[in-house]
């Protein structure tokens, strides 16, 4: 009897044990979010075709950063800023992904993308993505004109 009430408690304490673990496990998950913050480009900057364009974007995270993506489409609201012509103008895309190495909390982002000289002048937008270790996900979008200075 004696051996039956010994291995019924130790049943008893590792049940208890094994489901304190689970509950503070779950509690330690990664849920939030990383954040981002975008110094440049600015909102409904301009940018000169055949110049750069400069990408400066701060991630955070409360635990690790993973990866970003930096994205570059035409907004497509269908306006025009001039007569259309036959050209050689083509909406300009771009697209890259980057992974950040050893996971850090905080990471600095600073480069410049090359616009060509034949890209179409229209709005864009420009997306910047951010992955933490955990595969939440933020994203943020600026607005910018891309073609010679006028007003529109």
Request: with cysteine; glycine share 4%.
């Amino acid at each position: 009897m004696k051996n039956i009430k010994t291995q019924l408690f130790s049943l008893l304490f590792v049940s208890i044990a094994f489901v304190s673990c689970s509950d503070s496990d779950s509690s330690d998950l990664d849920t939030q979010k990383p954040t981002i913050s975008i110094q440049s480009p600015t909102d409904h900057q301009e940018v000169e075709p055949g110049s750069e364009l400069n990408i400066q974007a701060l991630f955070q995270d409360e635990t690790a950063l993973a990866s970003y993506k930096v994205e570059i489409h035409a907004a497509g609201d269908g306006h025009e800023h001039r007569t259309i012509a036959l050209d050689n103008k083509v909406p300009f895309t771009y697209e890259n992904v980057f992974q950040i190495e050893s996971n850090p909390k905080s990471y600095q982002v600073d480069y410049s993308i090359s616009i060509p000289e034949n890209a179409k002048e229209d709005h864009y937008h420009v997306g910047i993505f951010c992955i933490d270790a955990a595969g939440n996900q933020s994203q943020q979008f600026v607005e910018i004109f891309i073609g010679h200075e006028h007003n529109h």
